[in-house]
């Protein structure tokens, strides 16, 4: 299966501990993108890379947030000293340039105790 | 604030029903409109997506959604649903004025649960 894949799937973690999600993108897309859902909401955007070039970040995404796609392929999520309000499916998407379909992968569920 | 709105939370519908789930959008200008779904313990995946053309869209599966640019809107349709339709459904936007093109946003979504 060639599709985004995400690790891990699944994350419980404790209030204060940092934690890092892996996405990797269908490999001819130089776009990947990073959302966040909680229950019973859309996906949120968060950030976007276009090869390893950060070119977009929400507000959402506070100084404990960081991202990066070191060699313009897989991409991490990092969430430094974690809240319960973090708690969320983390999604990753990529894609190929400028408003085309966005391929999401299955997402990694975050729960902070 | 732009945004995408879906008129239903939750619908409850019998096989063989008809299908429509409303969506609008707050800006008037040329977008891009996308519809997902994503069916119980799978990710998301595109129904169907408008860029220009004929505002009439068919997707995968039997659904369709009409653009009507003066009613900021592009609802969801399927004549029949299927009890394996049971699904949350995503209406989402492109292109919204002082975002890139690459930024989508989701609206939040509307549960449908099909009764066999």
């Known amino acids: 299966d060639t599709g985004v894949s995400q690790d891990p799937r699944h994350k419980i973690t404790k209030r204060g501990q940092n934690v890092t999600f892996r996405c990797d993108p269908i490999s001819e897309h130089n776009r990947l993108y990073w959302y966040r859902q909680t229950l019973g909401q859309g996906p949120e955007f968060l950030t976007y890379f276009q090869n390893e070039a950060q070119l977009e970040k929400s507000r959402l995404l506070s100084d404990r947030f960081s991202a990066e796609r070191p060699k313009g392929s897989f991409s991490t999520l990092e969430i430094q000293r974690t809240e319960q309000g973090d708690s969320a499916m983390y999604l990753c998407a990529s894609s190929l340039p400028r408003g085309r379909e966005q391929f999401f992968g299955p997402g990694t569920r975050l729960t902070v105790l | 604030a732009q945004s995408v709105s879906q008129h239903n939370h939750h619908v409850i519908l019998s096989e063989a029903a008809s299908l429509e789930l409303g969506c609008n959008y707050s800006y008037g200008g040329t977008v891009n409109l996308f519809w997902y779904v994503q069916y119980p313990g799978q990710h998301l995946q595109l129904l169907l997506k408008?860029?220009?053309?004929?505002?009439l869209v068919k997707g995968i599966k039997g659904f369709e959604a009409e653009f009507i640019k003066s009613k900021f809107s592009f609802n969801l349709r399927k004549p029949s649903v299927q009890w394996s339709d049971t699904a949350e459904y995503f209406c989402a936007v492109n292109g919204l004025p002082k975002t890139s093109y690459d930024k989508v946003i989701f609206g939040p979504g509307t549960s449908l649960s099909v009764i066999p």
């Open positions: 408008y860029f220009s053309g004929d505002p």
